[in-house]
């Protein structure tokens, strides 16, 4: 069973950082790409950021220069640097999985970040 356990969101000040982790079980984590997507309220859920197997990482313009993903895949994590954080970042933060093989999604429990004015 796969299973994505998130941590590190929290409330911060405008201007400020957060470093957000996924912790991914029951899967080939390696072989698969890793994301971060957040729904504000009242809001669709939307891509933040994409790291396939090899390296290629992708972000949504919105975050372009602030927020960088990484993964570990000895540690089986994938990560977000978030940096120069604004109130308009204020979302529950989702971690994802895509499984290349089974071509299914699968998803954390979400992590709330708040960034005050």
């Known amino acids: 069973q796969v299973q994505l356990v998130e941590s590190g969101g929290g409330l911060v000040q405008a201007g400020g950082s957060l470093r957000l982790s996924c912790v991914v079980s029951g899967s080939t984590f390696s072989m698969n790409t890793g994301g971060w997507y957040r729904q504000a309220p009242g809001k669709q859920r939307e891509s933040v950021a994409m790291?396939?197997?090899?390296?290629?990482?992708s972000y949504a313009d919105s975050v372009q220069g602030r927020l960088t993903i990484s993964r570990d895949n000895s540690k089986n994590t994938v990560y977000l640097q978030m940096n120069s954080l604004k109130p308009e970042d204020t979302a529950v933060y989702y971690c994802?999985?895509?499984?290349?093989?089974?071509?299914?999604?699968?998803w954390g429990q979400g992590t709330q970040v708040t960034v005050s004015s």
């Open positions: 790291i396939n197997s090899r390296g290629t990482i």
């Open positions: 994802n999985l895509f499984d290349v093989g089974s071509l299914r999604n699968y």
